[in-house]
């Protein structure tokens, strides 16, 4: 008989241990994630969610290039001539109304404009709760609307099928960033986010300085070719001599018009204690019928209305883009991986045991 000698490996050191196959998995899933990681709004976050931005902010970089390159002309060409003809104070002036046109801009655009957080499953299971089946199996959305009194007045607040909630008095959802916004005004590409109950007063700085820049800008400008006209005795000449200029003037002369028109529009939104959404749609107005009494947020004072809608507190932002993710709502990524490793094993065993039996009959044969 020929001796057969053979070593039969242990098929568990063949499989990877569960630990051990899952250590990425399991640091992964217990690192904390932040909030802004999985927001499910469709906003972009930088600087550890610090800064928020709409995800069509592609007309940001325009906004803040032609104002800066439009100042960089007026420095550059346009302020020594006019500092040696009239005064050292007109590039003092626009250097100041430059830094806080860009300073309001930005602040409007990486401000949260004011989102609501969505409703979790327990509340929105909760709403629907509330919704009266009558015995009927077949399924009924909630209510579209509800009614509420303010200021002896009938609002009614619609409900967000994409929020799951009730939203409340004056917001509105915004289908560009998917959010529903608080005090909703509108949105903005031009500043790249929304613009709502938390940055609508920057807002509102930025196009009354942007509207104080241009204008200034324009009457230096043209004061400028005039004094060269002047002595060169020539326009052409002057404006030969000074070419920045006339692009200053071209691109001041088309933006200031539109700049000026919504300066005033907001500020007759704000006297008036309205938004622009409330505006467009006639909302307290006699276009919704006679039956309407008035708008019931204005506080009758055109004084109330500007502090109430410019200088009151800042809200705090309920959204929490950089608190933690709770650690109940991470689903454990190692369940099935646990289960099936041992059914394997099991079933190299009983592979090896045959392989194994088949080999010692073979050498005893």
Known sequence: MKNCEYQQIDPRTLVVSPSSAQKHTEKE?????????????????????????????GVLPLTLGLIVFTCGLFFGFDCSFLVEHLTVFIPMIAAVLFLFVVISLLWTSFTDPGILPRATPDEAADIEKQINTSGSSTYRPPPRTKEILINQQVVKLKYCFTCKMFRPPRTS????????????DHHCPWVGNCVGKRNYRFFY??????????????????????????????????????????????????????????????????????????DIKGSWSSKRGADESGNPYSHSN?????????????????????????PDEAIP?????????????????????????????????
């Open 333 to 365: 990524a190692a369940s099935a991986s646990e289960i099936e490793l041992p059914l394997f094993t099991a079933k190299n065993d009983a592979h090896m045991e045959e392989n194994c039996q088949d080999v010692a009959l073979s050498c005893t044969a």
């Open 29 to 57: 899933a217990e690192r904390p994630r932040r909030k802004w990681e999985v927001f499910p709004g469709k906003n972009r976050f930088f600087c550890g969610g610090r800064i928020m931005l709409a995800r069509q902010s």
């Open 173 to 184: 959802h915004c289908s560009l960033c998917d959010n529903c916004v608080e005090r909703f």
């Open 205 to 278: 700085s930025f196009i009354i300085s942007l509207s104080f820049l241009t204008s200034f800008i324009f009457g230096c400008v043209i004061t400028h070719i005039t004094l060269r006209s002047q002595i060169c005795k020539s326009l052409v000449q002057a404006i030969q001599e000074s070419p920045a200029s006339v692009v200053e003037l071209v691109v001041c002369f088309f933006s200031i018009w539109s700049i000026l028109g919504l300066s005033g529009f907001h500020t007759y939104l704000v006297a008036s204690n309205l938004t622009t959404n409330e």
């Open 302 to 326: 055109i004084i109330t209305n500007c502090c109430a809608t410019l200088c009151g507190p800042m809200p705090p932002s309920l959204i929490d883009r950089r608190g933690f993710v709770p």
